[in-house]
């Protein structure tokens, strides 16, 4: 089955066909990074209208890459949660009537599970497994036994891990985006030249739980006060020294989790998945199998959505015309025993 995917929920306007959730035939990604760079983040406002403008090119041209005519596709996956709601609106409203138009089946899907579901495109991977899904808006470490059922083990308790990456980047003038600017930066700079406290949240129900506002107001106000070299520090050693604090509280709760269930596979999705420092580090850890998105499958795409989009479709799933976008995603909260 040639499903095509939609992607519109935050700054990437994207368009893909996947075959049967797994052979990638196109995957058409138009970032409006340089639109939103000068305001150091994404203007929700901008976003839709440029949506509007660029979702029609996008898909002819994710088309014409996969060398397939309109009549060839059989179903239309895309995203309607979570995200900003007017970005979300334009990739769904143009789904809708495509679908219409075609006849075929639609059915919406959720982005947080399809960024776990990219790594799907490139990897066999068996279940169940630890999922980590770090992206701009949510940091959640599951239990995932299928493409849809995934259990929330642990989550942030105040900002995600890629906002962290973001504020600190936007505090210190690094460029946008945040976390590709310190993932930069930190490559040539001192990870030891600041010490920056962990959050107190380890026991009980907050065993899997991470926080990052913390971390952010210790680099953004209290820099100083954390500082380990007698030598003047420099954006490469504050990058570097940031980036080693999130991410090893990442990765100490991921190796907690993976000793209390016994799993022995770790997949990871989301724009954080792509940092140079957590692909190590993870890929480290002994006597595990790690699967990371190749980078272009990390941050927003229709592939993923395309992928993820086939197996609801293939067991029936229908979407109606009526389907609305939400900013939010309540299955993905933890449920406290
Ligand atoms: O998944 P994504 O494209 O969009 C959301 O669903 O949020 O993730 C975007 C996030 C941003 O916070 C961005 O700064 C971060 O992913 N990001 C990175 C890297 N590349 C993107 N963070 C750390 N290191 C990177 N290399
Ligand atoms: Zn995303």
């Known amino acids: ?115 776990l579901y990219a790594p799907h495109l490139e990897f066999q991977i068996d279940y169940p497994y630890l999922g980590l899904i770090v992206s701009g808006g949510h940091t959640i470490i599951t239990r995932v036994e299928s493409f849809d059922d995934i259990e929330v083990l642990g989550t942030t308790i105040d900002d995600a891990c890629g906002e962290a990456f973001d504020k600190v980047a936007k505090h210190f003038g690094y460029g946008y985006p945040g976390g590709v600017a310190i993932d930069r930066l930190a490559r040539t700079g001192n990870p030891e030249a600041f010490s920056f406290p962990d959050p107190s949240l380890h026991k009980g129900e907050h065993r899997y739980d991470v926080s990052y506002s913390g971390l952010k107001t210790a680099v953004i106000n209290q820099l100083e006060q954390f500082r380990n070299t007698e030598k003047e520090p420099s954006s490469e050693d504050i990058a570097a020294s ?81 389907v609305n976008a939400y900013s939010r995603v309540e299955g993905f909260r933890k449920t406290y025993p």
């Not at 939103?36 to 890459?65: C, F, K």
């Not at 900003?84 to 009537?97: E, I, Q, T």
């Not at 991410?247 to 990871?268: E, Q």
């Open 1 to 115: 089955m040639y499903v095509l995917g939609i992607e519109s929920s935050c700054d990437e306007c994207s368009a893909a066909v996947v075959e049967n959730g797994s052979r990638i035939l196109s995957n058409v990604i138009a970032t409006q990074i340089s639109i939103h760079a000068p305001y150091d983040g994404v203007v929700p406002e901008i976003a839709s209208r440029t949506h509007t403008e660029w979702v029609q090119p996008v898909v002819a041209r994710a088309l014409e890459e996969a060398a397939l005519g309109k009549g060839d596709i059989e179903g239309i996956a895309v995203t309607n949660r979570p995200g900003l709601v007017g970005s979300l609106l334009v990739g769904l409203s143009y789904a809708k009537g495509y679908a219409y138009a075609l006849g075929v089946p639609l059915v919406a899907v959720d982005h947080i599970r399809a960024h």
């Open 242 to 322: 940031f980036e080693k604090a999130a991410v090893d509280l990442l990765v100490r709760r991921v190796t907690k989790a993976i000793a209390d269930t016994g799993l022995s596979r770790i997949v990871a999705g989301g724009g954080v998945a792509a940092n140079t420092y957590l692909r190590q580090k993870l890929k480290s850890l002994n006597g595990l199998e790690v699967f990371f998105p190749s980078l272009k499958l990390c941050t927003d795409n229709g592939a993923m959505i395309a992928g993820i989009g086939y197996h609801y479709l293939d067991g029936g799933v229908r979407s109606p015309l009526t």
